[in-house]
DNA sequence: AAATATCTTAGCATTCCGCTCGGAATTTGT
DNA sequence: ACAAATTCCGAGCGGAATGCTAAGATATTT
């Protein structure tokens, strides 16, 4: 149950555009730097959210990238969708055509696997990257404290 | 979020397993064949699942595999964790040695990433064989009606 | 025109996956 | 005692995915 650096970068790159959100675009130079990744390599990873319409992009100098939509309309499910594909244990329930299986009719553990991808989706879809800003603050507040 | 091949043959095996719970020792060809996995590979799960101690050896003609507890005490989240390891969306929030971070105190994903895992280890530790063995005697039943 | 960015494609080393194979060790049955 | 059935163990291997690097084309601002 491991996600690939795509997934964990693709979510470290759009909170940190959240958390600039209205100030323009930022360029991916700076969000690779804050967030510690190769910026050559999350050239590729900002590519496919753009694909995925989650962020949009200003060429030229001064240029950058802004969240597409509100950080409160993006979710973790859809950031987590675009990067790694489908969400599914395994191929046989997954959410978009689920592999085909001779035996799936009566396979017990196709139910087991569908009952852990329904809460995975649960979890990554009820949270938004306001919901993550919020957390942020809370967060800093308490230290301050 | 894609489990390998491990952690999807382990479970079958194991489920297999339990449905003769009882009936002295079953062999891989056996398991292997009812499952339609490559009993040569198998052979190397199960082996995994023999070190983890959720099943018992018998060797020799008539020999095979036994669970080693009821299945009423082995959960999902134990094969798993002994096929694939450590449950944990990334390393940073796993469930033993989690990997070091500088900025882990103030990193918003992390939360989201322990929710996850905290989710997915709720619903593999709640389901057990026993359970599955349950599911399957209401499938068939609803099936006859 | 120069500087600053994004965009696109190619490539590449390493690791992991999913298996195959061969043979040693152990137990049962005849 | 011997043959058959089975687990046990380790080596190896082709293919795919991962996580990058690199280089140049394109667009925009100053």
């Known amino acids: 149950m491991h996600l690939s650096t795509r997934g964990h970068y693709g979510l470290l790159a759009m909170f940190d555009l959240a958390e600039h959100y209205g100030s323009g675009p930022i360029s991916l130079k700076t969000v690779a730097e804050r967030q510690n990744i190769s910026d050559n390599y999350l050239e590729q990873l900002i590519a496919v959210l753009r694909k995925a319409g989650l962020v949009r992009s200003v060429r030229g100098a001064q240029g950058g990238y802004i969240l597409a939509r509100e950080p409160g309309s993006i979710t973790v499910g859809d950031i987590i969708r675009a990067m790694e594909g489908p969400i599914a244990p395994v191929d046989c329930v997954s959410e978009v055509e689920p592999a085909e299986c001779d035996q799936a009719e009566s396979c017990i553990t196709?139910?087991?696997?569908?009952?852990?991808?329904?809460?995975?989706?649960?979890?990554?879809?009820?949270i938004s990257?306001?919901?993550?800003?919020?957390?942020a603050e809370n967060l800093s507040i308490a230290k301050k404290v």
């Open 129 to 135: 990257l306001a919901d993550m800003l919020r957390d």
């Open 110 to 126: 196709r139910l087991v696997w569908t009952r852990v991808r329904d809460k995975l989706t649960e979890v990554m879809d009820s």
